[in-house]
């Protein structure tokens, strides 16, 4: 269901369930432009994690004055830069520690975990994901142990407010064509999943064996992008079908058109939008060792220069670098490292999330 309400920020008040976020009152938000606030019930599925990718953002200054000036200027660059109603995202940490609001009302709708605020943070998932902004750039860096801490509270509370799992944490970059959430950021999500599970006491049995990234054909009117639809793209034309490979990854028609068939030709059920399901890539994306060829190991080699291994080449030969590249992430994720690319390696190699990555922090 959608809802609309007028909301003025001067009438929020801080959160008797979670004091420790700084709502947008007390951080001295603006109001909303129109159309205001957007509330969605029972969508969220996922939450996002960016960066706010400005070098100048990896400072020392760690006080909650610094973070509240943080979210003032997310604000003000959001709605008179981009033209958007409110902040983009519904909460940002900053690298002091301090967890703030975002998008006016976030902190009312966590607190019964029946909606969200439709948000602006991820063309394509602002329908069904609670997305987080990180005080920092971190391509080379990584976040501070105050801000680390502040952002694995902050998720736990989302995914018990919102019956999520650790497994529903996702990058900006699993569904768009950027750098964000950062090389050095990114390469921490097992243990931050690690830990969040943890905290919310989750099984290892709880954890399903492989979660994949869902992209699909059009985001709210903005053709999905990025290097996941690459290796889309990719497979596909391994399969046989004449997908054109797009500057930047933009889905094209032709890849709707082509997953429907394979879907259909698979028993699999169609998506209309092109969804790339669970069984869709699975049963696309075939097994690679050292002997592999083509344009399955492009695809491979592409997302794995996205990830930071830049001394990959796309060339279409499994060589030592793209072995070396695959070890080790196989080790981050906690799979054997034995270079060769199974459908667990697939999985995390596009940024999905296998359960061997949670044996070590979990209980059985």
Not at 296 to 319: C, N, P, T, W
């Amino acid at each position: 269901m959608v809802i609309k309400r007028e909301t003025d920020t001067a009438d929020a008040v801080p959160s008797a369930m979670f004091p420790w976020i700084i709502d947008c009152g007390s951080w001295g938000a603006r109001r909303p432009k129109p159309p205001g606030v957007v509330l969605l019930e029972g969508t969220t599925r996922k939450i996002i994690l960016h960066h706010t990718g400005e070098p100048a953002h990896n400072t020392t200054d760690f006080s909650r004055e610094r973070a509240v000036r943080l979210a003032k200027d997310i604000q003000r660059f959001h709605q008179d830069e981009r033209g958007w109603s409110d902040s983009g995202q519904h909460f940002t940490v900053s690298r002091g520690g301090h967890v703030l609001e975002g998008r006016a009302c976030s902190l009312e709708t966590l607190e019964t975990g029946l909606a969200q605020v439709r948000s602006a943070h991820c063309p394509g998932r602002n329908h069904d994901s609670i997305g987080i902004e990180n005080e920092g750039f971190y391509i080379e860096e990584t976040p501070t142990q105050k801000l680390w801490d502040s952002l694995v509270r902050l998720c736990v509370t989302i995914c018990r407010q919102y019956q999520l799992r650790a497994h529903h944490i996702f990058g900006h970059w699993d569904f768009r064509n950027t750098q964000c959430p950062g090389i050095g950021f990114y390469r921490q999500f097992p243990q931050l999943r690690r830990e969040v599970a943890a905290q919310l006491g989750t099984q290892i049995g709880e954890v399903p064996e492989r979660t994949w990234p869902d992209i699909y054909e059009v985001a709210e009117g903005t053709p999905v992008g990025g290097p996941v639809v690459t290796v889309a793209q990719y497979l596909l034309r391994n399969a046989g079908y004449p997908v054109p490979l797009t500057d930047g990854g933009q889905w094209s028609p032709e890849m709707t058109s082509a997953i429907k068939d394979w879907q259909h030709r698979h028993g699999l059920a169609v998506s209309p939008d092109g969804t790339m399901t669970a069984g869709t890539w699975e049963t696309l994306a075939p097994e690679l060792d050292q002997h592999a060829t083509g344009d399955v190991v492009r695809a491979l080699q592409g997302i794995l220069i996205a990830k930071g291994y830049l001394g990959v080449g796309v060339d279409g030969q499994f060589d030592d670098a793209t072995e070396s590249a695959v070890k080790d992430l196989q080790k981050l994720h906690g799979l054997p490292a034995n270079g060769e690319v199974d459908t667990r390696t697939w999985c995390v190699v596009t940024g999905g999330v296998i359960r061997e990555a949670f044996r070590d922090a979990l209980h059985s």
